[in-house]
Structures are given as C-alpha cells and as structure tokens.
C-alpha cells in the first residue's frame, strides 16, 4: 500500500523538472543573501529584498528560514 503512494506520488512530478529554467536559482539567492550580511546589512532585510526582487512569496512564514543556514 505505502509503495503504490509513493508511485502515485512520483508519477505526479512534472516531466521537465530537470530542465527547469530557474535551477540553482534559490541557491544563487541565498549566495546573494549571504554577500549582503558579509557587507553588513541585517539577516531579514536582505533576505526580504533578495526574495522580492527574485519574485519569491513573503508572506507565509515557511518562506522564510533562519540565519543559522546563511
């Protein structure tokens, strides 16, 4: 029964997953984050700037990680 799911669950992925124009893009934007705490700005501030110019949501709270991974 678990098996047959987790089939179900694969067969429901998108067939250009690997070819997706953003891949790496939330790791270019946390490199970015990253440059900017380096630079001396404020963990939530530049991760609010970074999100929205790359067009990512920021209104629900699990968009938002701690400072702990950057």
Known sequence: M?????????????SD???NKKRGEALNCY???VARIRSG???YQA???????RGYPTA???N???????
């Open 41 to 43: 700005e404020g963990y």
């Open 64 to 70: 938002w990680r701690t400072p702990l991974l950057s």
């Open 17 to 19: 997953l690997p070819n």
């Open 47 to 53: 991760t609010y700037s970074e999100l929205l110019t």
């Open 2 to 14: 678990v098996v047959c799911l987790i089939l179900l669950g694969f067969a429901g992925l998108p």
């Open 31 to 33: 490199r970015s984050i």
């Open 60 to 62: 629900s709270i699990f």
